[in-house]
């Protein structure tokens, strides 16, 4: 049967969904609930679910990044947004990003219906069969990038790229970003890799120098401060990877700038 997966911090919205709906009617089953993003993420990961019943407002949770990170890992995955949160350009954007239907609280009982019969019938037409959903096919793991994924694959790479550079100082890893832009690790390097041609330390280390590069024009700052300032532990690595990437010295650079 196709698996649903219903996540909104009201458990009564949760477990009136869970049991009022005529989930048989579609062969469809509710393989799991949540009440909070990272809760709903978790089980997202474990359950592999066909559709999603969700609220975009809720405690650790960013939903357009929620979205576009399922869409972009999982194209198959149909995404019903149920929500109280009214603001047309935040419904336009979710849209773009792949949600299949926006729905406002409270609904009505025919339109959440109709939402999940559209939902199967798509999954119908990609070929999912409810006989045999078994997660195989919700991940894009495979070559060439979906075109139309490249809206939520944008996004992600967007925001990745964002929140790299604002947290460059930081002990970062690239789990961190993933985290973040709610996909996984491995699939949030294939897509850096795919959409800037670099790798997350190219990135990462770009992001310092570019900060460094404004620290060593303040001569009241030593070398080693700037290393400890811009995220690197020590002053020898500072040094070879500032080398590397400029093709000066950190000191020559402050010399001649």
């Given at each position: 049967m196709y698996k649903v997966a219903i996540?909104?911090?009201?458990?009564?919205i949760v477990e009136g969904l869970a049991r009022t709906m005529a989930w048989d009617k579609w062969n469809c089953?509710?393989?799991?609930?949540?009440?909070?993003?990272?809760e709903g993420m978790e089980m997202i990961r474990?359950?592999?679910?066909?559709?999603?019943?969700?609220?975009?407002?809720m405690p650790e949770l960013d939903g357009l990044r929620m979205i576009a990170g399922l869409k972009s890992e999982f194209p198959d995955m149909q995404i019903i947004i149920?929500?109280?949160y009214r603001e047309f350009e935040y419904?336009?954007?979710?849209?773009?990003?792949?949600?299949?239907?926006?729905?406002l609280k409270p609904s009505k009982m025919g339109e959440l219906e109709e939402a999940v019969d559209a939902a199967t019938k798509r999954l119908f037409q990609l070929g999912i069969t409810h006989e045999e959903t078994d997660g195989a096919k919700t991940s894009g793991e495979d070559g060439a990038e979906d075109p139309d994924n490249h809206e939520a694959n944008s996004f992600i790479v967007s925001n990745a790229l964002e929140y790299i550079r604002e947290h460059s100082a930081e002990r970062l890893r690239l789990g961190d970003v993933a985290e973040q832009v709610y996909v996984s690790q491995w699939h949030l390097s294939k897509l850096i890799g795919?959409?800037?041609g670099k790798t997350f330390s190219d990135i990462l280390n770009g992001a310092r120098m570019d900060k460094s590069k404004e620290l060593l024009k303040n001569p009241a700052l030593r070398i080693c401060d700037v290393a400890e300032m811009?995220?690197?532990?020590?002053?020898?690595?500072?040094s070879r990877v500032f080398k590397k990437m400029e093709g000066i010295s950190?000191?020559?650079y402050r010399n001649t700038h």
């Open positions: 996540i909104d911090d009201e458990p009564l089953q509710v393989a799991g609930t949540a009440y909070d993003g990272r474990k359950e592999s679910p066909d559709i999603i019943i969700s609220d975009i407002h149920l929500t109280g419904a336009r954007q979710a849209i773009s990003l792949g949600v299949l239907r926006f729905l795919k959409h800037t811009v995220g690197f532990q020590d002053l020898a690595h500072f950190a000191n020559e």
